[in-house]
């Protein structure tokens, strides 16, 4: 094993768990924060993947910026209309040239772009419904040695940290399948639910509550009494999905604004909620795991959008994630482990300033009893630190 400076150390407080009251969330694909991480980060892939293409390395630039302003629209039963479209910025940098090539990057960002908003808003007709536009600085190919040529390590570009967790909560489980399996299987056969869907979990004791917030798609809803039959479906689905994940009691609620006597309904022409005063930014929706957990430490780092090479707020907040969940894996006896990586700009990725991991471990399991197996699990997965680059360019690890 090598050199490198880790810490393992009992938790000071609670497994999750075992705490009174837990708060998780998720903000679907669909919410405009997450609309604008999902183009961020395509446009990030799509550069870096040129880039490789093109000179066989990664070159300086960032789209971690971009930002949503909402539109309007008129909402009805059986489809309404768009009256001012969404707009997208997407801002950034970016480098231009390079061994004097000149790199259409803004034709390369605006190609990505529009291809996930169409892969990803089926009810969102980009150019008419949603314009993008962009943005991106100058970058600098003389950047281009921190990035680690001829295979070398890349240097940290600043002085940041990465935080990571494993294994989820029940709550935390509950919710991240409860959007992904409503954007996903669910959608299949049931058009009239939006891509965007927001889950809030609390559990209290042993009761848990699960909140969603599910746009509904005008064009699928013929009137007030199909809309509440959709509803009630999105409940009983999420219902029988939490039984998957726990035996605790799971009560779900869904769409609790709504007002029927008012006809006040979440009814939505384009599935998302952008079309109608909310705007969206990258990186203030889910961190890096999928998920928004105050119960637990968290970086403010914007994930989506840096580029992979030596960035710490992508790199760190991904990896640690990654390195948590090998761990538990790899070693029996802990029941919860959290993990911070600390860079130092200037030094190699794989030489974090301090690894730092606390761990809640089994009864009758002690720290002393597994120490050296998760230093070395920590240690190879730092070698192996790199390989993270490759993962996010080919669209493995998801950014939120």
Same mark, same amino acid.
């Given at each position: ?108 960002? =605006? #190609? !990505?772009? &529009? ?7 089926? /009810? ?8 993008? $536009? ?89 009137? =007030? #009494? !199909?809309? &509440? ?7 009983? /689905? ?8 726990? $035996? ?153």
């Amino acid at each position: 094993m090598t050199e490198r400076n880790i810490h393992v150390q009992p938790s000071a407080g609670h497994a999750v768990e075992d705490q009174a009251v837990e708060i998780v969330e998720r903000k679907g694909i669909g919410h405009p924060d997450s609309i604008c991480d999902g183009i961020a980060e395509t446009v990030s892939r799509a550069l870096a993947q040129e880039y490789l293409d093109r000179f066989g390395t990664v070159l300086h630039y960032n789209t971690d910026e971009s930002q949503l302003v909402a539109g309007t629209a008129a909402p009805a039963f059986g489809g309404g209309e768009v009256l001012e479209p969404i707009y997208v910025l997407i801002v950034g940098r970016a480098t231009k040239s390079y061994e004097g090539e000149r790199i259409p990057t803004e034709t390369i960002a =605006l #190609a !990505a772009a &529009r291809d996930y908003l169409e892969a990803n808003f089926p /009810y969102l007709d980009v150019g008419t419904d949603i314009v993008v $536009d962009i943005r991106l600085g100058e970058g600098s190919g003389d950047l281009q040695e921190v990035f680690g040529e001829d295979g070398a390590v890349p240097m940290a570009n600043d002085t940041s940290y990465g935080v990571g967790h494993a294994p989820l909560s029940e709550t935390e489980q509950i919710v991240e399948a409860t959007e992904q399996r409503l954007n996903g299987e669910y959608s299949v056969n049931h058009p009239e639910v939006g891509q965007d869907i927001k889950v809030m979990g609390k559990r209290e004791g042993d009761q848990i509550d699960v909140t969603v917030a599910a746009a509904m798609v005008d064009r699928h809803i013929d009137d =007030l #009494a !199909a809309y &509440r039959s959709a509803v009630d479906s999105v409940r009983t /689905y999420v219902e029988d999905c939490a039984t998957e994940y726990t $035996d605790r009691d799971v009560t779900v609620h869904v769409n609790t604004a709504d007002d029927y006597d008012d006809g006040a309904i979440y009814l939505t022409t384009t599935g998302t909620s952008a079309e109608q005063g909310d705007d969206g930014s990258v990186g203030r929706g889910n961190r890096a795991n999928g998920l928004i957990t105050p119960n637990r430490p968290m970086s403010m780092e914007a994930t989506s959008g840096k580029n992979p090479i030596n960035h710490i707020g992508k790199i760190y907040n991904l990896l640690s994630t990654e390195v948590a969940k090998s761990v538990v894996e790899e070693v029996d006896g802990i029941r919860e482990l959290q993990l911070r990586l600390l860079s130092q700009i200037g030094s190699p990725i794989d030489q974090p300033h301090v690894a730092d991991a606390e761990l809640v471990t089994e009864d009758g399991v002690t720290i002393e009893d597994i120490d050296e197996a998760v230093r070395a699990t920590i240690d190879e997965e730092l070698a192996n630190v790199t390989s993270v680059t490759r993962r996010v360019i080919d669209g493995e690890l998801s950014t939120f």
